[in-house]
């Protein structure tokens, strides 16, 4: 199931933006224009979805952190409340987030987030007869694979999706569905690339057909490439970006080193003595060239500490990943955005207006941003 549309509501800076991604959409933006957020708002889903939506907030500064501070036309008297929702087309589904109705500012969790309501419904317009969950609060009326409407018998966490909290797949199999499509999106953005990187030492592996999101298993994952995945792609990208250049791994007793032959040098170099943008590449690569690929795939500016030389070899890597993955990247990189907007992506450019809020300058192809797209239901 693809995604067909995004919305978020009152969310750092989006006051209220839909988004209807095509099979590889590219967001540009100048840094603070809001980009960044979009890719926040998908990972919570995927992450709430994995019962660690209040982890995933606390790294953002907890839920009141997250909340849309500026003026809001015609609910002023209103709570303000995060909304995010997605279209798959089959199904859709949309949370919403606030802080508890009654503050104790003695409370040690005041961090976390209170889900106000969740809902889960068929195609892409909410009816009551199209709804399969309804939830309010620590309590869901849930459909059952007969289609009979329950009241669900245990107590929610207030904090935690319940996509997270129902696991009877025989009972009710569109939440299973949903949560193991959610489960299995997958985000990359900030790869390390200090010396004290763990990708950067040789490491005990196993079969890696998923780079890990920090990529510490990245000679792992390489290895796993070139025994089940497309090991000609990675090195064609690699002597693409770096002429003459060969990326090869070394396997002794488990342990995993990754290696790359160089023009000129008469041993080949370790990952300890890569260049940062060397290494970013090669987790890109990795990521992108997986052998599992997923449903979603989302990268936060990947062209960051990356040589402008090496954009048309990741263009290709991003465009070969869209064959098998939707994608959706954002970045501030015009020449990256020209370049895969040319190969038909579509493409979309986000500003920050004078009152801090995230607007839409520009959306090219398939779809894009719109204020006000998507909307669910209503906001409570």
């Not at 002429?243 to 070394?250: F, L, S, W």
């Not at 396997?251 to 032959?261: E, I, K, Q």
Request: glycine letters at 12%.
């Amino acid at each position: 199931m693809a995604l067909t549309r995004l919305w978020v509501r009152n969310y750092r800076s989006l006051l209220d933006v839909g988004m209807e991604p095509g099979q590889l959409t590219v967001i540009i933006g100048e840094n603070g224009s809001g980009k960044t957020n979009l890719y926040r708002a998908l990972r919570l889903v995927s992450r709430g979805a994995e019962g660690r939506l209040a982890t995933a907030l606390l790294e953002e500064g907890g839920m009141p952190s997250i909340l849309f501070a500026g003026g809001r036309p015609g609910r002023r008297n209103q709570p303000v409340r995060t909304v995010i929702g997605v279209d798959l087309g089959d199904i859709s589904y949309e949370i919403s987030l606030g802080l508890p109705a009654t503050s104790d500012p003695t409370d040690p969790f005041v961090l976390d987030p209170e889900i106000k309501a969740e809902a889960i419904w068929i195609g892409g317009k909410r009816s009551r007869g199209s709804t399969i969950a309804d939830r309010a609060g620590t309590s869901v009326i849930l459909h059952d694979a007969e289609g009979v409407p329950v009241m669900y018998p245990t107590t929610l966490d207030p904090a935690e999706p319940l996509l997270s909290q129902i696991g009877d797949p025989g009972r009710f199999p569109e939440v299973f569905a949903l949560r193991g499509q959610f489960g299995r999106w997958r985000f990359y953005h900030d790869f390390p690339t200090d010396q004290g990187a763990p990708a950067r030492s040789p490491q005990v592996g196993v079969r890696t057909p998923v780079l890990a999101n920090d990529g510490h298993d990245l000679a792992a994952a390489i290895t796993t490439i070139f025994r089940i995945g497309d090991g000609h792609a990675l090195r064609s990208a690699v002597d693409q970006a770096f002429p003459g250049t060969r990326i090869d791994t070394e396997v002794t007793s488990g342990v995993h080193t990754l290696l790359l032959h160089q023009p000129g040098l008469l041993r080949p170099t370790n990952a300890l003595e890569l260049s940062d943008g060397t290494l970013r590449f090669l987790y890109l690569a990795a990521a992108l060239l997986t052998p599992r690929p997923p449903g979603l795939l989302v990268l936060n500016e990947p062209e960051t500490g990356l040589n402008p030389a090496v954009t048309g070899s990741l263009c290709e890597l991003i465009t070969m990943a869209a064959e098998r993955s939707q994608v959706i990247l954002t970045t501030h990189s015009d020449l990256l955005a020209d370049k895969l907007e040319g190969g038909g992506a579509t493409s979309v450019r986000l500003r920050r207006s004078g009152d801090g809020t995230t607007v839409v300058d520009e959306c090219h192809s398939g779809g894009g941003l719109h204020p006000g797209a998507g909307i669910g239901s209503d906001e409570g």
